[in-house]
């Protein structure tokens, strides 16, 4: 069935109460509805063709820019539902004062949240989050650099954290019978993929060294390091002692993390031409105020 815009076999804009087509209604001008239109076939559609464009649109100049709203919308008229009806779909709308054009992909009702299997977006400079986050949804998704042609064994950024810690003074043996901390102890961490980046300090006012035993380490680091395996030493990276007041016997100048552990192994040089070796539980000071170290460290985590 065809309606043309001008002549034809109805007239000029021809006005109907109700229309039924049985195959193809083909509109070359503009089609006005004022009430809705009823698809029964499973495989009808409705679309465009010889490239032309369709719009679902709004033209009412009485109403506020901010309200103009045009858009395509799939309603489940179920009357069991909970509220009734339910939709879900898509709308595009000039919002707020700014009337800038959005895109927006909803479930009507307010309680469900949209979801998008797939989002290409091509052919543009730049994408721009103006309020809230870009939230990944799933672990272990993020975002693929694969396109870069890199030769690493992994090209996708799926994970970003930071945060604060409580950093501690243990040993690899034996711990301490009691450690006392004061508020000038705690820590931070940064997080990129498996990479982790930790500084901060510690300071006693009170250690009953107790038995004791092995080498003293700065504990409770935020991620256990990667295990060291082959030639790789991935949790066995260097740290900065930046400053190390205070001890007793021996004061720690170099650091090392300690391979699949959450351990800052702390070592002392006797003398300028003696070997490195770690801090004994003999070495640590017992009275307040004492023991300070700020160190930092970047390790691979496990």
Avoid: H
Avoid at 221 to 228: E, G, H, I, R, V
Avoid at 276 to 290: F, H, L, Q, Y
């Amino acid at each position: 069935m065809t309606i043309k815009q001008q002549g034809g076999i109805f007239g000029r804009n021809p006005t109907f109460n109700n229309v039924e087509v049985d195959g193809t209604l083909s509109v070359d001008g503009t089609f006005d509805i004022n009430s809705a239109i009823t698809i029964t076939a499973t495989s009808s559609t409705i679309e465009s063709t010889s490239g032309a464009e369709l719009f679902l649109s709004r033209d009412d100049t009485a109403i506020a820019n901010n309200n103009l709203i045009g858009g395509l919308a799939f309603k489940a008229n179920d009357s069991t539902a909970s509220p009734n009806p339910q939709y879900c779909g898509m709308k595009a709308y000039a919002a707020g004062s700014g009337n800038n054009p959005d895109l927006e992909f909803y479930a009507g009702n307010g309680n469900y949240d949209a979801r998008l299997p797939q989002l290409s977006i091509n052919y543009l400079n730049n994408v721009t989050v103006e309020t809230g986050n870009l939230v990944i949804g799933t672990s272990g998704k993020g975002i693929d650099f694969s396109a870069t042609s890199g030769t690493g064994t992994s090209e996708l950024f799926s994970d970003y954290e930071e945060g604060i810690f409580t950093p501690t003074l243990t040993t690899t043996g034996t711990d301490f019978s009691s450690v006392t901390y004061d508020g000038f102890t705690g820590g931070k961490y940064v997080k990129v993929g498996n990479l982790v980046t930790v500084y901060g300090t510690v300071r006693t006012d009170a250690v009953t060294v107790g038995s004791a035993s092995g080498a003293v380490c700065i504990g409770s680091l935020p991620f256990t390091s990667a295990a060291q395996t082959g030639a790789t030493r991935d949790g066995a990276c260097s740290a900065a002692i930046s400053d190390a007041t205070t001890w007793g016997s021996d004061v720690p100048c170099a650091g090392q993390g300690s391979p699949n552990s959450t351990l800052l192994l702390l070592y002392k040089r006797a003398s300028i031409t003696g070997n490195m070796t770690v801090i004994a539980p003999a070495d640590v000071a017992t009275g307040a105020n004492s023991n300070r170290i700020a160190f930092s460290m970047t390790y691979a985590s496990a």
